[in-house]
């Protein structure tokens, strides 16, 4: 019986890998041997923790999802370490074979390599204390240098650049954020938004420059960074540099072997690649021109690819809108959908600046297609709802923004 | 410090007495009614009650004004002489005129009349109490030979059958209402007609409600004598010993049955033959009427229309039976005692009589003839006839007929004298001098009421900044213009003297009015005055509480007069161009223009806007929406009021009078009114004018609540009204302003050192836009502004205006404009992706008695999207 089981083979210990386990554990628990090749020494951990280890809200402890113990429970062979890696998908052989020389037999092999940080297109990206803000490696080296120097520079003002720079504030350093927009998560806040978290951000300590033109990093003899340089001719000084501008999926495998790849290795809405026997989750896909960067639609696309993986086969997956938050302590923000709006679009705006509340939503034929909330996002879900539920809001419009509670407000209105 | 002083109330007829309480170092006062004031025993309607409001010193005129620049009383005074003078010197005496009010005191009205008639020598002393009661004083004369209202209060009591005419008594006369609702509630058997166009809250009471045609209230008397003749129910022994001119009377009518009444007026003929048939068989008919009857081009013929009837029955003057004329103002009867109206001289004497005055007074210049009337006196001075004019304590510029051109008239003339107690009015805004008088707190003398009662209004405070008394002012003018020692008086009691003993001057029954037994008067009694009803004299050392019982009338042959009347229609009807009837009337909360009942927050609540009220038919056929604007015009004016749906009359519509330009950009009704006079009294037809109606679109409506007073000047349309702690603006606009942002914070902000916080609320594509300010947790003020009137009620956000500090749900659900509803406490918020917060997880975890966190995910999704809130779950199972 046990001989009659099919061989699972997963590239990837992280979020959607596991997830996809998890799921197929629950929905057919009998049905693969599971092989999980990691480069990473760890277990299973909530990588989008690691802003709040970064700040010191949560231990690595906390942030395991799955402890070695799981893969033992579950009776999962776990490959895990930098030798572990693998190096090499014989899609003909279908085997997988890892840098030390581990190799391992698939009947389904399951992709979930990740992204990696995008690389500014500038000299000195190489130098030492330049790094990306990616696994708990680059969370001990920014912890390490938070002991030992004060100057650190963010490039990015999106979420991930802005956690980790609110976490190296609050391990003590001196941080400034680059961004290259003038308005900070431009993609997901427009510019009143923006202008209420740079204030708040502000008053944590983080210092910005905005609408910054990055020309190199600069070195010492040591080849470490000594020297942020711009376009405009100014200078930072700085000891450590985070590259926070974005990611792309890590298809490197994928491409070596031959599978179809654009961006992101491409799959169809069963998470299936152009090889029938090989699927792939997470942000190494690319699907329907979408790559990913956000937890939630991972979490759907385990969900599905689950599904198939089991042979129960009906599930489809659907992106949909994805709603944004950043995990700084005290800063509440909410963003789904497309907040900027074309000319059919209307908006409705409110603002309570002495309590750093704002938030747009944005309408069009009498639907919501896009939220910002800023300072008050408790109704974020509810407009998340309304979006996908595609709800006609034309009677609730008078109240919308006021939230689930206050929307039915104004309907007592006697003239 | 408190004392209690006994006065009289400033506002209608009905006379209240008040017992104050003073606190004269806050110059704050309790107000309570008098419970020994036959006027009112105690009682006090919503006005009086709010008196303490209004004696605030904001908005007071302090300190006389020369072309607007302040100045003391001697300047002031030597100006006005000095112009009057001169414009006597060069143009006569009739190139100056007084305009005056029924506010003002006895006394003073009685030097005001004095200097004019007497000295000056010109008859042009005219009052607003032309436009009040004139049309009664004219009805009385013709039928009693006097100015004599021949019942009383209490008769109220003591009536089988009330009949309302043209008076909206429960708004208007308030206490006397209550006291007729009493009388009902204490016997039942009294009926109530109520006979009005509209129906009027004094309806409410009524037994019957005739609302006949405008205007054709002497068709349905005339109708009376006929049926009364007819069926036999005439008391032929009065009419023959008492009246004269009944055949006359009887014979102009023409036999008209009820059926052609009811046609005439626009009524049921059951209805009709119901009011007739109680007015036969009831014994004892108290006729009550006021400017439905007075305010007309036959209101003189339509009062002696109603007197016919008492008189053909013998229904005069007696207990619980007679006529009563609602006067409208605290001292309009006070006024017609002294002579105050253009056509009179002081103490009833007649023009015939004038030698008697000239005597009295040593004033051989006495004018011998009638002076012009209110609506003619305002065109002499547009025409340039009258060069200098002193309105004393009153507001034409909003009260009269056709008042654009009343305006016109102030603006064009030479020489514009106002003393007021308000700084701000319509009027004082075009005067030349303003000198500033004592209000009804600070004031001291006589004002007579509706029954013939004199009573005391006495000084509460000390007079603010540099206000003085009326008849100081007059008397001051006079002494400068050369008249020392005839106007020499120290006090009112030295005034209040001289006018009773001309009251009894060579009178040997001659005039009705004559408190004689007064002209020794100490000023200790006048001090201790008690309320009393004329005349008082040697026969009448008391008083006397009805007259005409014993059929013993001032006309020459002592008889009371029928007076043939044949009904006429309003003057100008209905046309194509202007389909509508334009009613006006009080409200009832506010007084007159506003200036002091405006000052009171709970006096503005019950109507806080101009409106004008239609039938739903007719606001259908001309496109009004409840509540939306509409645009009235008339071929004089033309006004905005907000549309109240009402059933009245087809074709009819009312609005209030009282609003002016301090509170409201196109409220002034007196802007359509037709300028057209009863041919007797000169009284002005203020309840019909034909005009016609559209609705006014602006591109936004919208409302402020502030707590500070803001200037509102560059809005199309916009309406100002106090409230208990804020004010209240309705605003409406023709083009929107390029950003309300923008715009509220330079509007609503005096100054940007304030550092305010802003709430704000835009709908860019609906045309709405809600802001808030506010100052710590103190809400300053809000506005909402929306493409049409579709906004909030005001009052949740009025409550939230005076509270010191905002709940956090008050200030999120603020720009809704309605009280926060059932927001459930969830408690802190742990899962930020689904919003779930530690109270609500903690009761469903008791409730089904869970144990993980994954059973909280699959029970709430709590913990299920980025998982960082599970360690707080877990410990919540500790």
């Known amino acids: ?91 003909g052989l279908q085997k997988v074979i890892a840098k030390d020389g581990t ?50 520079v963010v490039l990015g003002g999106g979420l991930l650049g802005l956690e980790a720079a609110n976490g190296l504030v609050l391990r003590g350093m001196d941080v400034t954020v680059i961004h290259n927009h003038d308005v900070l998560l431009n993609r997901q806040m427009d510019k009143p938004a923006g202008l209420l978290l740079q204030t708040e951000l502000e008053k944590k300590g983080i210092k910005f420059k905005m609408a910054a033109k990055l020309k190199c990093l600069l ?50 809405d069963t998470l299936q690649s152009y090889d029938p026997s090989i699927y792939a989750v997470g942000e190494c896909i690319q699907h329907r021109g979408d790559t990913f960067g956000l937890v939630a639609p991972l979490f759907e696309q385990a969900k599905v690819c689950a599904n198939h993986l089991s042979a129960h086969g009906v599930a489809e997956y659907i992106t949909l809108p994805t709603a944004t938050k950043l995990k700084v302590t005290g800063i509440h923000l909410f963003s789904i959908g497309d907040i900027q709006g074309d000319k059919q ?29 800023y300072g008050d996002t408790a109704d974020g879900v509810w407009y998340q709802q309304l979006l996908e539920q595609e709800t006609n809001i034309s009677v609730l419009r008078d109240g919308l923004i006021f939230g689930k509670i206050y929307s039915s407000n104004t309907s007592n209105w006697v003239i | 410090m408190t004392k209690t002083i006994l006065t009289t109330c400033p506002y209608c007829g009905v006379g209240c007495g008040i017992s104050a309480t003073v606190y004269e170092d806050q110059r704050q006062i309790k107000i309570n009614g008098d419970h020994s004031h036959p006027a009112n025993f105690g009682r006090l309607c919503s006005k009086g009650s709010a008196l303490g409001d209004t004696v605030e010193l904001k908005g007071r005129l302090l300190q006389p004004q020369v072309y607007g620049r302040e100045t003391d009383w001697i300047e002031a005074l030597d100006l006005v002489a000095d112009s009057f003078k001169a414009v006597i010197k060069k143009y006569g005496a009739d190139a100056v005129a007084f305009y005056g009010s029924g506010q003002l005191l006895t006394e003073d009205y009685y030097v005001a009349n004095k200097l004019m008639k007497g000295f000056i020598g010109s008859g042009n002393m005219d009052t607003n109490s032309r436009l009040c009661m004139s049309s009664s004083v004219a009805g009385h004369k013709r039928a009693f030979g006097s100015d004599t209202v021949p019942n009383c209060y209490e008769d109220y009591e003591h009536a089988e059958l009330i009949i309302l005419i043209g008076s909206n008594t429960a708004w208007c006369h308030p206490v006397s209402f209550q006291r007729i609702c009493a009388a009902k509630e204490a016997n039942p058997a009294l009926k109530i007609v109520v006979i ?36 036999d129910a005439l008391d032929s022994a009065y009419i023959e010993a008492h009246t004269e001119g009944f055949i006359e009377s009887r014979d102009s009518i023409n036999n008209v049955s009820t059926v052609q009444v009811a046609e005439h007026c626009q009524l049921n003929a059951e209805d009709v033959q119901q009011f007739y048939d109680w007015f036969v068989h009831t014994d004892k008919v108290l006729s009550l009427y006021s400017q439905g009857i007075n305010q007309s081009s036959s209101g003189t013929d339509k009062v002696n229309a109603i007197i016919n009837c008492h008189l ?197 029954g001659q005039r009705d009015f004559d408190i004689s037994a007064y002209a020794e008067i100490s000023a200790t009694e006048y001090d201790q005055f008690q309320p009393t009803q004329w005349p008082v004299n040697a026969a009448y050392p008391q008083g006397r509480a009805r007259m005409f019982a014993d059929g013993q009338f001032f006309t020459p042959s002592g008889k009371a007069r029928f007076i043939a009347v044949t009904p006429r229609p309003p003057v100008n009807q209905p046309t194509a161009d202007y389909p509508l009837i334009l009613n006006t009337g009080r409200l009832r909360d506010q007084w007159h223009t506003m200036t002091r009942t405006a000052l009171a927050a709970k006096l503005n609540q019950h109507k806080p806007e101009p409106f004008v009220e239609i039938h739903p038919n007719d606001a259908t056929h001309y496109g009004l929406q409840a509540n939306g604007l509409a645009h009235l015009e008339s071929q004089w004016g033309s006004m905005i009021a907000r549309v109240q749906l009402t059933e009245n009359k087809l074709g009819s519509v009312f609005v209030p009078m009282h609003w002016t330009e301090q509170y409201a950009s196109h409220g002034r009704m007196g802007a359509l009114v037709n300028p057209v006079v009863d041919p007797i009294s000169k009284q002005p037809e203020s309840k019909h004018t034909p005009v016609r109606i559209r609705p006014y679109t602006p591109v936004w409506q919208g ?73 710590d947790e103190q809400l300053e003020s809000v506005i909402f502004i929306a493409a049409d009137h579709h906004l909030p009620e005001r009052s949740w956000l009025s409550m939230l205006c005076a509270k010191a500090e905002l709940t956090k749900a008050e200030r999120m659900a603020l720009l809704t404009g309605s009280p926060p509803v059932g927001g459930a406490d969830v408690g802190a918020i742990l899962c930020a992706c689904f919003n779930v917060g530690e109270k609500t997880i903690l009761a469903v975890i008791k409730e089904q008695g869970l144990t993980t966190h994954q059973q909280v995910g699959q029970c709430l999704k709590a913990g299920t999207n980025c998982g960082s809130c599970i360690p707080e779950i877990k410990a919540l199972f500790e």
């Open chain 1, 1 to 91: 019986m046990h001989n009659k089981k099919q061989k699972l083979v997963v590239i990837g210990n992280g979020m959607a890998g596991m997830r996809t386990i998890e799921e197929l554990l629950s929905a057919a628990p009998e049905q693969y041997d599971i092989t999980v090749f990691g480069a990473e020494p760890y277990g299973n951990y909530n990588r989008i923790m690691l802003s709040a280890v970064l700040a010191g809200d949560k231990t690595i402890e906390d942030i395991v999802i799955n402890n070695r113990q799981w893969y033992i429970d579950n009776h999962i062979t776990l490959h895990a370490g930098e030798s572990k890696a693998v190096i090499s998908i014989e899609r």
């Open chain 1, 103 to 152: 190799t391992a037999d698939y009947d389904r092999l399951l992709i979930a390599t990740g992204s990696k940080a995008v690389v500014p297109d500038v000299t000195g990206c190489d130098l030492d204390g330049v790094i990306s803000f990616r696994d708990i490696v680059d969370v001990n080296k920014m912890l390490a240098y938070s002991r030992s120097h004060k100057k650190a």
């Open chain 1, 219 to 268: 070195g010492d003899a040591n080849k470490h960074i000594t020297t942020v340089s711009f376009e405009d001719g100014s200078e930072l000084d700085c000891d450590l540099f985070i590259m926070a501008i974005g990611v792309r999926p890590n298809i490197i495998l994928a491409k070596r072997a031959g599978l179809y790849c654009e961006r992101g290795i491409v799959v169809n």
């Open chain 1, 345 to 373: 679009c209307e908006s409705l705006c409110f603002s309570d600046s002495a309590l750093g509340i704002y938030k747009k939503l944005v309408l069009k034929d009498d639907k919501l297609v896009g939220a910002v909330l």
């Open chain 2, 196 to 231: 009005d166009p509209r129906r009027t809250a004094s309806c409410d009471i009524a037994d019957l409600h005739l609302p006949l045609a405008s205007g054709s209230d002497a068709w349905l008397f005339n109708g009376l004598l006929s049926y009364l003749y007819e069926h």
């Open chain 2, 312 to 508: 053909a029955t013998g229904k005069l003057g007696k207990v619980g039976s007679g006529a009563l004329s609602l006067t409208g103002q605290p001292n309009a009867m006070g006024g017609r005692e002294v002579g105050g109206m253009a056509n009179q001289l002081a103490a009833h004497i007649e023009f015939s009589d004038v030698d008697k005055v000239a005597r009295f007074w040593n004033a051989p210049h006495t004018t011998k003839k009638a002076g012009l009337t209110a609506v003619e006196l305002f065109d002499a001075i547009h025409e340039g006839k009258i060069k200098a004019v002193w309105i004393m304590g009153t507001n034409p510029v909003v009260s009269l007929p056709n008042a654009d051109k009343v305006k016109q008239a102030l603006q064009g003339c030479e020489f514009v004298v106002v003393s007021d107690c308000i700084a701000n009015t319509d009027t004082t805004a075009l005067a030349h001098v303003l000198l500033p008088a004592q209000g009804w707190s600070e004031k001291d003398g006589t004002v007579t009421n509706s029954e013939r009662r004199i009573s005391r209004q006495r000084a509460l405070f000390k007079p603010a900044g540099a206000a003085k008394p009326d008849w100081w002012i007059i008397t001051q003018i006079a002494r400068r213009m050369g008249f020392e020692t005839e106007f020499n008086y120290q006090n009112p009691v030295d005034i209040f003297r001289e006018h009773a003993a001309l009251s009894g001057f060579e009178n040997n």
């Open chain 2, 703 to 775: 409302f402020i609540l502030s707590r500070r007073e803001l200037k509102i000047t560059d809005v199309d349309y916009w309406i100002k009204s106090k409230g208990d702690g804020f004010y209240r603006y309705e605003l409406a606009g023709d083009t929107l302003p390029d950003d309300w942002r923008d715009y509220v914070r330079k509007n609503l902000c005096n100054s940007t050192a304030e550092n305010p916080q802003w709430q704000d609320y835009q709908d860019t594509a609906k045309g709405v836009y809600r802001a808030a300010r506010l100052l």
